[in-house]
């Protein structure tokens, strides 16, 4: 069964530095998501893209958020200058129409040091 | 404001004793979801619910969305049925509530 991937499964990275997030959705899927989860807190929603752009974001994708689908395959979530509170699992998921449910892949954990 | 309330929050029980989740929103859905989530972290969709009732093996979903609550059944429950539980409503994007540990000891 096709299925999302996440790369890398687990990232550590100095407070100030940039990192890519990177997911490749399910190959005939037009909707895509970001979402993160803190530990021992709720999942939250960060952005939605579809049709080449962002569609939806939440409060938390300020200016240091940025996506880009660069490549008709891949589905990036850059973060330009990390800080300590970034450090969350973040979860990339797409789906293949609205009334489809979100496939997700099995997440990037990020520390933030 | 929570959008989306679970209960309970944690969960024990003995193999083969029929669990009940509960879930509550407060905003108009077109859908709302059950997800599993493993201690490992990854995410897997259980069901997608815009009315009525869905079964899958021995998971029973059911939702009203006059009173706004949906319900996750377990029967005979097992120990790989270990996890966290999610319900998420869907607005395109989903809306997570807080999830509800099950732990189910032999």
């Known amino acids: 069964e096709p299925e999302v991937t996440q790369t890398p499964s687990h990232q550590v990275t100095q407070m100030g530095q940039e990192v890519i997030l990177r997911c490749v959705p399910i190959s005939n899927h037009l909707y895509f998501y970001w979402y993160r989860q803190i530990l021992g807190q709720k999942v939250e929603f960060l952005v939605s893209f579809y049709n080449n752009e962002i569609s939806e974001k939440s409060e938390i994708f300020d200016d240091q958020f940025s996506v880009e689908r660069p490549d008709g395959s891949n589905f990036t979530l850059k973060i330009r200058s990390t800080k300590l509170e970034d450090s969350a699992m973040y979860f990339c998921?797409?789906?293949?129409?609205?009334?489809?449910?979100?496939?997700f892949g099995d997440g990037t954990r990020l520390s933030i040091l | 404001k929570n959008e989306v309330e679970q209960s309970p929050q944690n969960l024990t029980a003995q193999e083969g004793e029929f669990i009940t989740i509960n879930c509550s929103y407060s905003?108009?859905?077109?859908?709302l979801h059950w997800l599993q989530q493993h201690p490992g972290g990854g995410i897997v969709s259980l069901f997608m619910?815009?009315?009525g009732k869905k079964k899958h093996g021995r998971l029973i979903a059911t939702i009203n969305i006059q009173e706004k609550h949906s319900s996750l059944h377990i029967t005979a429950s097992h120990p790989r049925d270990s996890a966290v539980y999610i319900c998420?409503?869907?607005?395109?994007?989903?809306?997570f509530g807080t999830g509800t540990r099950l732990q189910v000891f032999p």
């Open positions: 905003v108009g859905i077109s859908a």
């Open positions: 619910l815009s009315s």
């Open positions: 998921a797409s789906k293949r129409d609205r009334n489809q449910p979100q496939h």
């Open positions: 998420a409503v869907d607005l395109v994007k989903l809306i």
